[in-house]
């Protein structure tokens, strides 16, 4: 499982070559990918002024139309292309589909933003049988006894994590723009146990973005998957984070 974070897309990285090389070698893998930069252009063009609270973006109506737009339709489709073109059969996809993450709203002061309750990894697990490489967009469904079926934005870090622990992935690799996990003096942690990473979050020593990558890695930890989380814009990461090379953080 990787997660392609959208500080990285169009860095000039080597991360869809990487994922690319990986599956031609034979590797499984499934991406699940951010896209946040590119949300906020597309806001920027629409006029709509990007909010956010609690380290989530705030998603109205208009502001749900963009993300699904950008996420599941742009985003989506280029790296599919990008890593078709590399020769890896890959096949975008939302959570929306087959119900594959479903969600409930946080609260009305975020709008159309889910926490994910519950994930349908069948629909994946069969396009993995198939050869395919399935990239998902963290767009979730929210259906509520008989209403009509709604929509919601999720974190791509805890659709990842949630993905990850569902489908018993051996291994979650998030691909970011920072050299891992940092302790109170900002060095680079290199490993990290569950309990080190619970505390991190605890104590305030993680923050931002760090945050939900370090509570997917524990929800990952619990189906028995390991993480990684490297810097994605340095050449070659993705392998070398496979491989048990490199820098970054392990988790688990």
């Not at 063009?45 to 956010?52: C, H, L, M, Q």
């Not at 208009?62 to 699904?68: G, P, Q, S, Y």
């Amino acid at each position: 499982m990787v997660k392609l974070g959208g500080s990285t897309l169009g860095a000039h990285d080597t991360s869809i070559a990487d994922i690319a090389a990986a599956r031609r070698g034979g590797r499984q893998a499934v991406v699940v990918h951010g896209g946040g930069a590119a949300i906020s252009a597309w806001l920027a063009r629409s006029g709509i002024e990007p909010r956010f609270a609690r380290g989530l973006r705030v998603t109205d109506a208009a502001t749900l139309e963009v993300v699904v737009a950008v996420l599941a339709g742009v985003v989506n489709k280029q790296i599919v292309a990008q890593l078709g073109a590399l020769g890896a059969p890959a096949i975008g996809l939302s959570g929306a589909d087959s119900l594959i993450l479903q969600a409930r709203r946080y609260d009305e002061a975020l709008g159309f933003v889910g926490k994910i309750e519950r994930v349908n990894p069948y629909p994946v697990e069969e396009l993995l049988r198939l050869g395919y490489l399935p990239v998902i967009a963290p767009i979730a469904v929210e259906s509520d006894d008989g209403a009509a079926p709604q929509l919601l934005n999720t974190n791509a870090d805890t659709a990842a994590g949630e993905l990850a622990a569902a489908l018993h992935a051996g291994r979650l690799v998030f691909l970011t723009d920072v050299d891992g996990v940092l302790d109170g003096e900002r060095r680079v942690l290199p490993r990290l146990s569950v309990a080190q990473a619970r505390g991190l979050i605890a104590e305030g020593i993680a923050a931002g973005g760090m945050v939900p990558k370090l509570e997917a890695a524990v929800r990952a930890a619990g189906a028995g998957c390991s993480t990684r989380i490297v810097n994605g814009t340095r050449p070659g990461a993705l392998a070398a984070a496979l491989s048990d090379g490199g820098g970054g953080t392990t988790v688990g």
